[in-house]
């Protein structure tokens, strides 16, 4: 073989190489612009608060968004993919959640978040999130945050709890004649935003701010933060706790025989354990939130399919945290079949704006669109009578 000869055959085969490795170099780009995709599956993460403070909202949640997903991987999956459910528990410990988002993104490769809880968990998650192109799907937190600075990654269930604040206490004014307001709050971002929408009503609806009190998230004994609200003459509280904090407080201003002090929260503490306290407990608690209590709506047959199902599935009657579980899980998968079998974080987002449906199991219209990431507008106010809760009123911010 001429010398010639064997320096074209070098150059051809370095353009071959340089082929293969562009070829692959662009396979690696695409593989990266969509990791956790592929023919077969797509994965999902949720990092999840099982065992902390709102481990009430958290597992059930988790629960019921599994079965749907076990229903749609029965049926075949989504455009051929099956849904591979990644969960890990955080316990409502910033640190903790942090290692679980780097090994829910960096590790396990997930496509999108679903349900991960928590407000300054979810705010810490975004950076990571959006460098890797990752959907945050229907946090469990209603925080504006979750959709501001807007985001083709962010995309909320429902209202905010500035709002269902503001608008709650807007009706407690107008109805049940709240004059002067206080608040007891997890000073977090998740206790400032219900503080947020507590300053906005007092300014916007002629309302009298007079005192607060904050709170450790592990905090029990509320005997010496409602003396000294008490004291200062409020006629209403606002309350951005745990689960079982806020039963407990209402319970402590029970047999102190402060009776006629109205307690109201955000969707945060419209649960049903808080409503199915025995002896009437919570009865007369106030919540603003973005959808309405299930168990009014059992006459509507798609509602009672679900908590049939449920029960049989899970041994017990779907709490608040399943029907967020279920809804979310819905708006996903709707999310991804819109998409269509070519799925990337760009096809998703059009597929996630592109909805527009009755969610019969939460009881509000989704609707997404290119400038509007909160499926559920209204802020629904309910109050706890004989146990159960009440739907009076529903307004849109």
Same mark, same amino acid.
């Given at each position: ?118 407000? !300054? ?7 990571? /999130?959006? =460098?890797? *192109?990752? @959907? ?6 209603? &925080? ?72 450790? !998230? ?7 933060? /409602?003396? =000294?609200? *008490?004291? @200062? ?6 309350? &951005? ?81 399943? /029907?967020?579980?279920?809804?979310? @899980? ?68």
């Amino acid at each position: 073989m001429n010398f010639w000869r064997r320096k074209n055959m070098k150059k051809g085969m370095k353009a071959a190489i340089a082929g293969l490795l562009a070829g692959a170099s662009m396979l690696a780009a695409g593989a990266a612009g969509a990791q956790g995709v592929t023919d077969t599956e797509v994965v999902i993460g949720s990092n999840q608060d099982m065992s902390g403070i709102f481990a009430a909202f958290g597992a059930p949640a988790v629960k019921a968004a599994g079965l749907y997903f076990d229903e749609i991987n029965a049926k075949g999956g989504i455009h051929g993919r099956k849904i591979k459910f990644v969960v890990e528990d955080h316990g409502y410990q910033v640190p903790k959640a942090m290692q679980n988002i780097n090994k829910l993104v960096n590790s396990d490769k997930i496509f999108a978040m679903l349900l991960q809880l928590g407000t !300054p968990i979810n705010i810490a998650s975004f950076p990571l /999130l959006e =460098k890797s *192109k990752v @959907a945050n799907v229907a946090p469990l937190t209603s &925080a504006r945050q979750m959709v501001e600075p807007p985001s083709p990654y962010k995309y909320a269930g429902f209202s905010s709890y500035f709002d269902q604040t503001r608008l709650a206490l807007k009706y407690l004014a107008e109805k049940e004649g709240t004059k002067k307001v206080c608040a007891m709050y997890i000073p977090s971002d998740f206790g400032q935003e219900l503080k947020e929408g507590t300053d906005a009503a007092v300014k916007q609806f002629g309302l009298t701010f007079v005192a607060e009190t904050t709170h450790k !998230p592990d905090e029990q004994d509320f005997v010496g933060s /409602l003396t =000294k609200l *008490k004291g @200062a003459g409020c006629d209403t509280i606002a309350i &951005a706790l745990g689960v079982r904090q806020v039963i407990t407080a209402v319970a402590t201003a029970k047999k102190m025989g402060w009776n006629d002090v109205k307690f109201v929260g955000a969707s945060a503490s419209f649960h049903t354990a808080i409503a199915k306290v025995p002896g009437g407990v919570t009865d007369g608690f106030y919540a603003g939130a973005g959808w309405p209590d299930i168990v009014a709506r059992m006459n509507v047959p798609e509602v009672k399919a679900w908590v049939d199902s449920y029960q049989k599935a899970a041994g017990e009657f779907p709490s608040t945290g399943a /029907l967020l579980g279920r809804s979310a @899980a819905e708006s996903l998968v709707r999310g991804l079949e819109a998409a269509g079998k070519d799925l990337t974080p760009e096809s998703f987002q059009k597929g996630m704006e592109s909805l527009d449906y009755d969610d019969n199991i939460a009881g509000v219209h989704i609707k997404f669109g290119p400038n509007d990431h909160i499926g559920g507008d209204p802020v629904v106010i309910s109050k706890i009578e004989k146990g159960e809760w009440k739907e009076l009123a529903r307004v849109n911010p």
